[in-house]
């Protein structure tokens, strides 16, 4: 197995990684490289892989093997970030290979629905309790606010067609949502 170097007490990185570095074996390239390009690679994990957990692991582990490899980094070829994304893809296809070798794993999204029910979701009373307290907080506001935070909050429908249902225009709706909830968040908890 090879061993990490060490960062720590090196006056010239650039000698110590070759001509070729790419600066991931100091503390400002690596924070350089984090700022730029690890949303990229997170969403690039999420969308190949379909699990957060996995997401992570596969961005940390791109950049684990980028910072071992950081002297073999070649400019001529291209930027940090497609080099990055080829170190990635690489990752990737492990982890794709190790999920295949293990087909009994399961992510995060799987345990609530292998786990016993009782414990997984909470108790049908609190669902009761949470819809008369809404009700109850509705009850307080005008009448064409609450149709209003009705059917966008509650119902998740568009403004517009709020509007055109209501004969109003879209502005109104706006206007009616923002003045109810401003005073619903005025009201005390226990309302």
């Known amino acids: 197995m090879r061993s990490i170097r060490p960062v720590t007490g090196i006056s010239d990185q650039r000698s110590f990684c070759g001509d070729r570095c790419a600066r991931l074996c100091t503390d400002d390239g690596i924070a350089a490289v984090l700022t730029a390009d690890r949303a990229l690679l997170h969403w690039r994990a999420m969308r190949g892989l379909g699990d957060s957990g996995l997401a992570e692991q596969a961005v940390q582990e791109t950049l684990l093997r980028a910072w071992r490899s950081c002297a073999r980094f070649d400019a001529g070829k291209g930027t940090i970030r497609t080099w990055l994304l080829a170190i990635q893809r690489n990752v990737m296809i492990d982890i794709g290979r190790a999920r295949a070798a293990r087909p009994g794993d399961t992510g995060w999204d799987e345990v609530a629905e292998l786990s016993d029910i009782r414990y997984a979701d909470p108790d049908f009373s609190e669902g009761i309790v949470d819809g008369l307290l809404v009700a109850q907080l509705l009850s307080r506001l005008p009448e064409s606010q609450r149709e209003a935070v009705v059917e966008v909050i509650l119902r998740d429908r568009a403004y517009q067609d709020v509007a055109d249902d209501i004969g109003v225009p879209v502005g109104t709706v ?18």
């Not at 009616?176 to 309302?191: E, T």
Request: proline share 6%.
């Open 174 to 191: 706006k206007t009616r949502v923002h003045y109810a909830l401003r005073s619903l968040r005025r009201l005390p908890i226990g309302a």
